[in-house]
């Protein structure tokens, strides 16, 4: 098994496992940004978050995250998290995701700050 981290806009993810029935990441957002509002079509995310704290939107309604708090994600539905609290401490996820794909082209982006819709 080797990690392999990914910077994106928002921050960065580290693969810490990729298995045929699952994948495990490591989500690393900086202060004041966001991944973007999004859902996937042949994947389940769970969401534990290690540190930082944030506001995570699903499908449409936001709840406040902070260190010890999860969140399941289905297939279809509308996510995005944005890392809030104080200006120095990013959020950080352990992202755990199980399906049949788990492949990045298997992000529907529906709004990004970022212009990678």
Known sequence: MSEATEAR????FTVLLDDDDCKVKTLLINPGQSISYQYHHKR???WTVVSG???ACLDGHDINLEPG???TILPFQKHAVRCGGDKKT???IVEVQTGTYFGEDDIV???DQYGRV
């Open 9 to 12: 806009p928002w921050g960065s």
């Open 44 to 46: 389940q995310e769970e």
């Open 53 to 55: 704290c944030g506001t």
């Open 69 to 71: 708090d999860h969140l």
């Open 90 to 92: 990013p959020l950080k």
């Open 109 to 111: 982006r529906l709004h």
